[in-house]
């Protein structure tokens, strides 16, 4: 380790009240903490949804009497004049010193007396941030505050990294935040949910963790990232951004101590498929195994999401593979033979429209089908595979270049082109395959020749067929009857 480099913990109480660092590695203290907020540091942009969340989770942990609850890393670089510059962990640092505040917290918060840059959005998040804290603890009594205020101080714990080389703190920071930044949203889940697994037995937690980590960890967090996240985005009708640490909160579920009607609703739905696919009851009676998850339904917390992550990523996996005898439900179709052509993987339309694709294949396996289809399942899911099929590369054909605005307004019913609507509301909303190819069916229009763009139209759907791989995808939209000339 650096000479320069040195490492420590502090609790909330002493580094924003006592102006100081609880211990070092050595077990001593650190005193005459200054913080400070430098130019170079970016604007403050947690929002009301991330103070919120961050209260919870220290209410949480609090009524779980945990003794100690970190709550991440500061990053500090201790200057000439023995001032500590704040490298990373400004957002929280900020956000505490306005939770202690809102609190009532009676003693002195130098922090909150630094000056600010004058970013407008510091300035905007600051004040908005505080009224958000004063208006959720209104309703707390005297005495909960007081609680809560004696754990924030005395339980709530950051992890320091304290350097007076400048350029070894921006390395440090570029380190930890470079340092499996793909696999982030995903593995942030893991730990909150870790959280939640304390009642559970070593073995077992053990037995959960080693299932995550065989899944390949690239693909699962494509899983969360590409496909549940903006399933749960469209379905709702809402444009999907990307999954990061401000809105895994989609993932983060229903906790054990959560009480409210819909919770134990959904909490008793899970046990009751949980008790059942253990016991028995499905061998003696021939019955099928019950799902104990459904895509547009809230998560139970803690081992049930590893359980979650599992069965999805089996389906998904079972529906991206045309194999002839691999799994249950995309054996050995024609038309993904087709979009499983190397030309149709390539470039960003085409990764798109394929994501659109297999989403709604997803969204209709896991409404419709058992986790062992019979014959009729299957034949029904054929049918949905033609639908989606054409109402996914229906947009394809209309742009000659598309990206990811064009390909959301389509999605969500506001483009100009044919068969523009939420294929993903439609699903959630039926009661039955019949019900459901019904509606699409009033939903699907054939497209024109006039329709397609410029490279599409001039192409021979009657391409050459190789080993019943047709070239071209448009030669299923013919032979459905979904082209007219």
């Known amino acids: 380790m650096s000479t320069n480099l040195k490492l420590a913990i502090t609790n909330i109480g002493d580094l924003l009240i006592k102006n100081i660092i609880s211990q070092d590695e050595n077990g001593r203290t ?36 945990k003794e100690c609850y970190r709550v991440g890393t500061l990053i500090l670089h201790e200057d000439k004049e023995k001032s500590y510059n704040i490298v990373d962990g400004q957002q929280r ?70 350097t007076s080389d400048i ?56 899983m969360f990232s590409n496909y549940l996240f903006r399933l749960k985005e469209w379905s709702q009708g809402n444009w999907a951004g990307d999954l990061n640490e401000s809105n895994i909160s989609k993932f983060k579920g229903i906790r054990k101590q959560d009480n409210f009607p819909y919770a134990q609703f959904y909490k008793g739905a899970y046990s ?119 109402w996914a590369y229906s947009v394809r054909a209309q742009y000659k270049n598309l990206g990811w605005q064009s390909a959301q307004n389509y999605i969500l019913g506001n483009s100009d082109k044919v068969n523009s609507f939420n294929i993903y509301k439609e699903i959630i909303n039926a009661e039955s395959p019949t019900s459901l190819f019904s509606s699409l069916s009033e939903n699907i229009y054939p497209l024109s020749i006039n329709d397609l763009n410029k490279i599409v139209e001039q192409k021979n759907i009657e391409e050459h067929c190789e080993k019943n791989i047709h070239q071209n995808y448009l030669y299923y939209f013919q032979k459905n009857e979904f082209l007219l000339s």
């Open 30 to 65: 650190i005193d005459k903490i200054e913080l400070k907020i430098p130019n170079y540091q970016r604007p403050y942009k947690w929002s009301p949804k991330n103070v919120i969340q961050l209260l919870d989770d220290i209410i949480a942990a609090r009524t779980l009497n």
């Open 272 to 390: 009751y498929a949980d008790s059942v696919n253990h016991s028995p009851l499905p061998f003696v009676t021939g019955t099928k195994i019950l799902k104990p998850f459904q895509l547009n339904t809230p998560i139970v917390a803690g081992k049930p999401f590893f359980d979650y992550a599992k069965h999805y990523f089996e389906i998904l996996t079972d529906i991206q593979n045309n194999d002839k005898y691999y799994g249950y439900f995309i054996n050995d179709n024609n038309i993904v033979k087709t979009l499983d052509l190397r030309k149709y993987k390539n470039g960003v339309g085409n990764r798109i429209t394929r994501l659109l694709f297999d989403t709604t294949i997803l969204l209709y396996v896991d409404r419709f089908c058992p986790e062992h289809p019979s014959k009729i399942d299957l034949d029904l899911l054929d049918q949905f595979v033609i639908f989606a099929f054409i």
């Open 167 to 222: 350029s070894e703190a921006f390395q440090f920071f570029d380190s930890q935040n470079a340092r499996g930044k793909k696999l982030y949203p995903h593995d942030l889940l893991k730990a909150y949910h870790l959280r939640e697994m304390d009642s559970l037995n070593p073995k077992e937690t053990e037995s959960v963790v080693k299932m995550w980590e065989e899944l390949p960890q690239k693909k699962l967090s494509e």
């Open 93 to 162: 640092t900020i956000t505490f010193s306005l939770l202690l505040k809102a609190l009532g917290e009676k003693d002195q918060i130098d922090f909150l007396d630094e000056q600010l840059s004058s970013n407008p959005y510091t300035l905007f998040n600051i004040p908005n941030n505080y009224r958000t804290l004063q208006r959720r603890l209104n309703n707390f009594e005297v005495n909960e505050k007081t609680e809560l205020i004696a754990y924030i101080k005395n339980n709530c714990e950051l992890i320091v990294v304290i």
